[in-house]
């Protein structure tokens, strides 16, 4: 089989189900950068600081592939089975960001992203996370979506995962977290 289908030539897609829309359709828009924030996930995990973690970045990353699969369905065309969402994976996000924010000193103000590149990637993660979640709530607004309101819930709990992961990272990295200081 090869790599390439030609289908896409004209600049449409097909969803699951087998509706053909335009590549710049909202579901492509909130599925491509939920792929992307995939990536970046990937990317946080290869970083060897988070080698304690890499059960629960695989874990995120295959939710990850799960709400890409319900983004890309037309849900009033497919009879095809989809992968599932649970209210237990926001659990588990939210117990991991527990535990990790036991351990960090108490946030007082904002900080800039940054201090070490290991951490810089978990903030792009952080900020695509929140694109994604955006355009989700758009996609949800003009258009069925499968478990829609647990697809955001579930993106907005990860972004807040990322951000308790970015301050774990600076703390077991030994770099500085530098506070935001607004100038007034």
């Known amino acids: 089989m090869k790599i ?3 289908t896409g030539d004209k600049g449409t897609t097909a969803l699951i189900g087998g509706t053909r829309v335009a590549k710049s359709h909202l579901r492509i828009e909130a599925y491509g950068t939920v792929d992307e924030l995939n ?3 990937g990317l946080v995990r290869d970083q060897e600081v988070n080698a304690a973690r890499l059960d629960i970045l695989k874990e995120i990353q295959d939710r990850l592939f799960t709400i890409g699969a ?3 369905t037309d849900p009033e065309k497919s009879k095809m089975k989809t992968p599932d969402l649970h209210e237990e994976d926001v659990t588990l996000l939210e ?3 527990d535990l990790m924010t036991a351990d960090v000193p108490p946030l007082r103000a ?3 992203p940054g201090g070490h590149q290991s951490v810089s990637f978990c903030h792009v993660a952080r900020c695509v996370c929140r694109r994604a979640e955006r355009l989700a709530i758009s996609l949800q607004e003009v258009a069925a979506v499968a478990e829609g309101e647990l697809v955001v819930k579930y993106l907005n709990r990860l ?3 990322l951000f308790a992961l970015c301050r774990k990272m600076t703390q077991e990295l030994g770099a500085e977290e530098v506070v ?3 100038r007034i």
């Open 4 to 6: 390439y289908t030609k």
């Open 39 to 41: 990536s970046y996930i």
């Open 70 to 72: 319900l983004l890309a």
């Open 95 to 97: 117990q991991e960001i």
């Open 110 to 112: 904002f900080v800039l």
């Open 159 to 161: 972004s807040d995962y």
């Open 180 to 182: 935001w200081k607004p």
